[in-house]
């Protein structure tokens, strides 16, 4: 009877133990009221789901925005990212989600404004010498134009929402180099990409500090599981539909962005 009695103590002591744990993880969510801004991936594009409402600007249930909401269940959620936004369509479209009772937002911005999606088609397209021209290009305009668009649209958010802890992530690189790809373009052209990451990656950064806005970069949980990575791949090459191509799939999404953001909250 004794043993029993014991057997019985304990096991509801555990019972206790994971109700207690649950309540807590739920309630560490409670009051929150959170806004997901940002580009495509932000919105989860290439990592598929979309959800109907959204449009061209395919947000995925995939996303890690929607990921973290489903774990955590906050007070409130409005995922307003969008496929292929820039600084400006934050401001024009998605901004007005803010408000003062917004207490978390989550962002990733800057790679459309300085030319991402044209970038890669000239590197897979075109030559060695176009792709190396088109980066620099992109490079010139993250180190020299896209500062003022980030501290002005950072700001902006401050206004709009000067409760809110800002979480704002960065971009993976695209390729491992040396990789295990037999096919496709040249290792030139894969270190060209990943530079202007690191070159963007670097920008933002500074940029987020100076707000005072938490930075996550996420380029070390995405090594080796690069576009022709030693790991389970997390981001697409090439692929169908077309727009899906380099962006991080499912994988990324809930393996690499998901961990970063939930790390900055």
């Given at each position: 009877m004794t043993r029993v009695r014991a057997v019985t103590v304990a096991l509801t002591a555990a019972a206790l133990s994971i109700t207690t744990l649950a309540a807590a993880t739920q309630a560490?969510?409670?009051g929150v009221n959170y806004v997901a801004l940002g580009d495509s991936y932000s919105a989860g594009v290439g990592s598929g789901s979309y959800t109907s409402e959204s449009g061209s600007c395919s947000r995925s249930t995939n996303a890690y925005p929607y990921l973290w909401k489903n774990s955590h269940a906050p007070t409130s959620f409005k995922f307003v990212a969008c496929s292929g936004a820039t600084t400006n369509d934050v401001l024009?479209?998605?901004i007005s989600s803010l408000s003062s009772t917004t207490t978390l937002i989550s962002i990733t911005i800057g790679g459309n404004d300085a030319g991402?999606?044209?970038t890669m088609q000239t590197c897979v397209l075109s030559s060695e010498s176009s792709?190396?021209?088109a980066v620099n290009t992109?490079?010139?305009?993250a180190t020299n134009t896209l500062p003022g668009k980030l501290s002005n649209l950072y700001a902006q958010m401050k206004s709009k929402a000067p409760n809110a802890h800002v979480v704002v992530l960065g971009y993976p690189h695209l390729y491992q180099v040396p990789g295990n790809c037999l096919v496709g373009i040249s290792d030139t052209k894969r270190t060209a990409i990943n530079s202007?990451?690191?070159?963007?990656?670097?920008v933002i950064s500074k940029q987020a500090a100076a707000a005072g806005f938490t930075f996550k970069d996420v380029r070390s949980i995405f090594s080796t599981h690069e576009i022709c990575g030693s790991s389970s791949q997390w981001l697409n090459s090439t692929?169908?539909?077309?727009?899906?191509s380099y962006h991080p799939n499912s994988s990324g999404q809930a393996y690499g962005y998901l961990p970063s953001f939930s790390a900055g909250v």
């Open positions: 560490s969510a409670a024009a479209n998605q991402f999606a044209s792709c190396l021209s992109a490079k010139s305009y202007a990451a690191d070159t963007l990656d670097s692929t169908l539909p077309i727009s899906d």
